[in-house]
């Protein structure tokens, strides 16, 4: 499995752009980069799923560069509720095992 | 609502007790996936089936078993239990195996075990 490298916090205003860069060194061919957002005492909710360039939907975009060894969620205007964990994993589609690791803790301030 | 459902919601026991949960899936999805998540800590898996299969384990201690019934719900044996073991139990269901293309997890609410 390729292991993934999050901050572990983050700090921002109302208002602002987000966004939280996940290091996958070692993706393989056929893995998918899926992020997730968990709130305190919540399983986590599924984001965003992508495999390259840049995908985007009603509440995140994904950024993936061509070698994708990394990737950048964007959460535009952030607000308060945007506060929780987020998660970013990497798939082994040839596997069964998925590890979240540790998350960013982004807090939103007023 | 994720489609996912657990029970208990809350579950409170003594040391060296046993205890069961249960996770009923989304309806149509085959994979389930259980996680123990310890206060401020990330998510740790344990176990996934699919389809009434064990697919794979990760940290799962002896004293922990589970299974997956042909209704596909599932459920989580926890033995011999220890005050370590106080946590968020999170059960999550997928159509498919882990990590392929649009197969992501939902999750349930949990079940939170608190052991005195």
């Known amino acids: 499995l390729a292991k993934t490298t999050q901050p572990i916090s983050m700090d921002s205003y109302e208002g602002q752009e987000v966004n939280i860069t996940c290091s996958h060194n070692n993706i393989a061919t056929n893995d998918y980069i899926t992020w997730y957002q968990q709130f305190p005492s919540q399983g986590p909710r599924f984001i965003i799923q992508?495999?390259?360039t840049k995908v985007t939907n009603e509440v995140a975009s994904l950024f993936i560069p061509a070698d994708r060894k990394s990737s950048t969620l964007s959460l535009p205007r952030v607000s308060l509720s945007d506060t929780a964990v987020y998660y970013c994993?990497?798939?082994?589609?040839?596997?069964?095992?998925?590890?979240f690791g540790a998350g960013t803790r982004l807090f939103v301030k007023a | 609502d994720s489609g996912v459902t657990q029970t208990p919601k809350h579950l409170i026991t003594a040391t060296g007790q046993r205890v069961t949960l249960r996770c009923s899936p989304r309806s149509g999805d085959l994979s389930v996936y259980w996680y123990q998540q310890s206060l401020d800590q990330g998510l740790q898996f344990l176990i996934h089936?699919?389809?009434?299969?064990?697919?794979a384990k990760g940290n799962i201690l002896e004293r922990f078993s589970a299974q997956q019934f042909p209704d596909l719900h599932s459920e989580l044996n926890l033995s011999s239990l220890e005050l370590g073991d106080s946590a968020l139990y999170f059960c999550?269901?997928?159509?498919?195996?882990?990590?392929?293309?649009?197969?992501?997890?939902?999750f349930g609410p949990g079940t939170r075990l608190t052991v005195l």
């Open positions: 992508g495999y390259k």
């Open positions: 994993l990497v798939g082994d589609t040839g596997g069964f095992k998925t590890i």
């Open positions: 999550a269901s997928s159509y498919g195996r882990a990590g392929g293309h649009r197969n992501e997890q939902f």
């Open positions: 089936y699919y389809n009434g299969e064990e697919r």
